[in-house]
């Protein structure tokens, strides 16, 4: 399937990449907040609009066809890099940076205005948007990688906007199917729960072998 890329990336030519865009897609995030936020005049937006037309003007001129995908080095980290959930290049992105530990994983992460739904809320799309990538990298990190067939989201009650910490685990796996469950937090406990099933799908079962591949 196209969008799984293996390469000899080095580990350096990875960090040069990081370092040579990283920093405007954090830039890009904090314009995100600044267009919900800002109240500047007429005129200093459309002063504002010309820089952000002449930054455009300079990325356009080279650009690769088609999203990022998922590139895995044979030297270096994998690079999910356009990821919406964790790609270090999307500032769509929050972006979670998620900690692998035997048995769970787990990301501790704010997310700012440009995530509301409800006044001051998260919204509910982006709390599953969230775990949905918390329990697949669950599934992915305990060996059993697999696409999304079923997601399940209760939401318990309404998750504040600002600093949070997601966690998810593999419950248990039957066949191709990994059940993976986990849940956002703020300070004060549980706001959102979600289950899952991760599927190994058809065209993969003879990478089965490899799932390293895909964590
Ligand atoms: C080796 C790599 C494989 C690819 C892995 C993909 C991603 C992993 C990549 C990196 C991992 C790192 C991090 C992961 C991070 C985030 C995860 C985000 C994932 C997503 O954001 S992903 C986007 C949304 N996702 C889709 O876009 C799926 C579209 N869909 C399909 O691609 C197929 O529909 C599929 C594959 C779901 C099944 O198709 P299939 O043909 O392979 O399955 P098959 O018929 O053989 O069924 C086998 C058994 O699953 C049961 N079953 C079937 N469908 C089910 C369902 N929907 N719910 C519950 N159970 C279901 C059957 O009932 C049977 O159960 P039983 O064996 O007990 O009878």
Redo the contacts with the bound molecule.
């Keep these: 399937m196209s969008g799984?890329q293996v390469d000899d990336a080095t580990v350096e030519e990875i960090e040069t990449e990081r370092a040579t865009y990283e920093p405007i897609t954090e830039a890009t995030r904090r314009l995100a907040d600044l267009c919900i936020r800002s109240q500047v005049d007429a005129a200093s937006t459309a002063r504002a609009l010309e820089h952000l037309q002449a930054a455009i003007d300079v990325l356009s001129q080279d650009v690769a066809e088609g999203p990022y995908g998922?590139r895995h080095s044979r030297q270096g980290p994998t690079r999910?890099w356009g990821?919406a959930?964790v790609g270090v290049r999307n500032p769509v992105a929050p972006p979670l940076k998620v900690v692998h530990e035997t048995d769970h994983v787990w990301s501790d992460f704010e997310l700012s205005s440009a995530y509301e739904g409800p006044p001051s809320l998260v919204h509910g799309g982006v709390s599953a948007l969230i775990l949905?990538?918390l329990?697949?990298?669950a599934?992915?990190a305990a060996g059993s990688?697999?696409?999304?067939?079923?997601l399940t989201v209760r939401y318990r009650r309404g998750t504040p906007l600002g600093a949070l910490r997601a966690e998810a685990r593999v419950e248990r796996t039957?066949?191709?199917?990994t059940f993976a469950v986990g849940q956002i937090c703020d300070a004060e406990g549980v706001c959102v729960e979600a289950e899952g099933?991760?599927?190994?799908?058809?065209?993969?079962r003879s990478?089965?072998e490899q799932?390293e591949?895909?964590?």
């Design positions: 799984y998922l999910p990821n959930v949905d990538q329990l697949g990298e599934a992915a990688p697999g696409m999304t067939g079923t039957e066949g191709y199917k099933v991760f599927i190994l799908p058809r065209w993969a990478e089965q799932p591949r895909f964590e």
